[in-house]
């Protein structure tokens, strides 16, 4: 399916940086609740990725990540997540995460 570049633009995709993780259990599938700061724009979101393959959480503070960020919350659990951080699948199909390869401002857009 073809899409037109205005569609493209109004998926809002920026970097954030992962301020807290810790671990949920609760989820159907084992999980990492993510407090991102996206800068004064946007401020700080929150995430549940399926990560635990692998990433513990205390590794992931600190990482810079791309999300979107225009998606409406999704309840997830007992959890409301705000923003769907983006990864990539592995050979086994787990999540491996897409950031950028060099420091960037906190709440760049994507383009």
Same mark, same amino acid.
């Given at each position: @399916?073809?899409? /037109?570049?205005?569609?493209?633009?109004?998926v809002d995709i920026r970097v954030g940086r992962i301020?807290?993780?810790?671990?949920?259990?609760?989820?159907?599938?084992?999980?990492?609740?993510?407090?991102?700061?996206?800068?004064?724009?946007?401020?700080?979101?929150? /995430? /549940?990725?399926?990560?635990?393959?692998?990433?513990?959480?205390?590794?992931?503070?600190?990482r810079q990540v791309l999300a979107v960020v225009n998606?409406?919350?999704?309840?997830?659990?007992?959890? @409301? /997540?705000?923003?769907?951080?983006?990864?990539?699948?592995?050979?086994?199909?787990?999540?491996?995460?897409?950031?950028?390869?060099?420091?960037?401002?906190?709440?760049?857009? @994507?383009?």
């Open positions: @399916m073809t899409i /037109s570049f205005d569609d493209f633009q109004k301020t807290h993780a810790e671990p949920y259990p609760e989820a159907r599938k084992p999980a990492i609740k993510l407090w991102l700061d996206f800068g004064d724009e946007i401020g700080t979101r929150k /995430s /549940s990725a399926q990560l635990t393959a692998h990433y513990r959480p205390e590794e992931l503070v600190g998606f409406p919350p999704r309840q997830i659990g007992r959890f @409301m /997540s705000e923003v769907l951080v983006l990864g990539l699948p592995d050979a086994a199909g787990e999540v491996v995460l897409i950031g950028p390869d060099q420091e960037v401002a906190t709440g760049g857009r @994507m383009f």
